[in-house]
């Protein structure tokens, strides 16, 4: 199982290793144009975070020749075309850590990080759609209910600013200290909550959890997403502006009227960080209706250059490391590989497969006594030659590195060592009657080597 685990994560980290550099270039660009566009509409910038967001959900659709097609360099690389965990220890216990490689981790953690990413919010949300079951409808026939225009306005107090949810049937809830509020505040705010409902906002709010879900990592994309909901409620709040035929200033003065009222009272430590952020937020969103009505407009020729710019980036951006495309590096017929070997060379070289060879069978490390009594750990990485029968004709060893434990003033201190304890010949000797499917180029097989690190670990 592990080992099926380490081949996916080197799959996954050369193609999302790969994705993702290029996404962070676009990001880059993206980030670029919003500052070329900081005097422009929050709907302009709204569309450029959305073209960001969407481009890391898009799969790569051009082929990329990966390591596998330039021999000359792959013959340094110890990895490539493959590597085999195996251990050789005391005891036959294997352990996660140890039968798992850098790869296999890495991506086990990124799988499980990026799982988290989606269902901690999923349950989030569920757990406030409990909490608002108890919320009280406000009745027909309100100012706030007729500006929400059929849509149900309801009061809680288990909220501290106005919210609305739903992806298919949405509500709006309202503080209990609405009530406190002017009309005029009121209306503004459900104009703000029902212009979030028409945009479909929630389903942007859906695409935020997934990208940040998936590049969870990234500061990039955490910025980005930030600026988007930024800039949503902006335009909401222009949408609100337009719909009650109030002044930019004057919709400010509410903004600020319930910044004060969300933080004014005595919430708790735990609730307090989110009402400072969504204070903060508010004032932002004043900043910018003060700032608009003095805006200089920017000119509609450089908007639409920028949108063509990173249209016309999304593509040259979309490459994946092609694994499989032998045939891109090969000189000659079609047919023929000219680096196919039926028998090993002194040398290892790399040579061009479409299907990596996969172990059937491996014979067991006996770890040298001599090494045991001297208390000698270490790796050996070594490189096997798989002939077309799925034997082993031949291996060399590439790397030894073995290290001695002694007790230095109590504490134990590691020193290297040579290798005269016999632990290459065991390596050997286990390498050469371990079992293999053949690798295979056009469903032929054909003989290939492959690296293996062998780590010796007393327990």
């Not at 193609?15 to 996404?23: A, I, K, S």
């Not at 503080?175 to 505040?185: A, D, I, V």
Request: positive net charge; hydrophobic residues 45%.
């Amino acid at each position: 199982m592990f080992e099926s685990i380490n081949q996916l994560g080197r799959q996954w980290a050369l193609y999302f290793g790969f994705v993702t550099l290029q996404n962070t270039l676009f990001l880059a660009v993206v980030l670029s144009a919003l500052w070329l566009l900081r005097n422009a509409k929050a709907r302009v910038k709204y569309f450029v975070t959305l073209v960001g967001l969407v481009k890391l959900l898009l799969p790569p659709v051009l082929p990329f020749p990966s390591a596998n097609s330039f021999p000359p360099f792959s013959l340094f690389i110890e990895a490539i075309p493959i590597s085999v965990n195996s251990e050789a220890r005391i005891t036959h216990d294997a352990g996660l850590l140890r039968d798992l490689d850098p790869y296999g981790a890495l991506f086990l953690s990124w799988a499980a990080l990026s799982l988290a990413g989606l269902i901690i919010p999923i349950f989030a949300t569920l757990s406030l759609k409990a909490k608002l079951t108890s919320s009280k409808k406000i009745p027909a026939g309100t100012d706030a209910t007729v500006a929400g225009q059929g849509i149900d306005v309801f009061e809680t107090s288990k909220l501290a600013f106005p919210l609305s949810i739903g992806l298919f049937r949405s509500k709006i809830f309202m503080p209990t200290t609405y009530e406190k509020w002017p009309t005029e505040c009121r209306t503004l705010i459900i104009h703000h909550e029902l212009a979030h409902i028409q945009r479909r906002d929630a389903w942007m709010q859906v695409l935020q959890v997934v990208v940040r879900a998936l590049y969870f990592f990234h500061p990039l994309v955490w910025l980005l997403s930030n600026r988007m909901e930024e800039y949503r409620e902006m335009i909401c709040d222009e949408t609100a502006i337009a719909d009650a035929q109030v002044s930019p200033v004057e919709y400010s003065r509410f903004l600020v009227y319930i910044a004060e009222q969300i933080t004014r009272g005595n919430p708790g430590c735990a609730v307090t960080p989110a009402l400072i952020r969504q204070k903060n937020q508010l004032l932002k969103r004043v900043a910018y209706h003060i700032k608009e009505e003095n805006m200089r407009p920017i000119k509609k020729t450089i908007v639409v250059l920028v949108f063509v710019l990173l249209l016309a980036l999304i593509m040259p951006l979309s490459w994946y490391c092609n694994k499989k495309e032998p045939s891109a590096s090969v000189v000659g017929k079609p047919e023929s590989n000219p680096m196919e070997q039926d028998s090993p060379s002194e040398h290892p070289q790399f040579i061009l497969f479409d299907e990596e060879p996969k172990i059937v069978q491996r014979v067991e490390l006996k770890y040298p006594e001599a090494a045991i009594a001297s208390k000698v750990e270490g790796k050996v990485i070594a490189y096997l030659f798989i002939n077309k029968k799925g034997t082993v004709d031949a291996v060399r060893i590439l790397k030894i590195n073995l290290h001695q434990t002694k007790m230095v003033d109590n504490q134990p201190v590691q020193e290297p060592v040579e290798d005269t304890f016999g632990i290459s010949e065991a390596v050997k000797e286990a390498a050469m009657n371990w079992k293999f499917i053949p690798a295979k180029i056009k469903s032929e097989p054909i003989g290939v080597w492959i690296s293996i690190p062998f780590n010796f670990t007393l327990r």
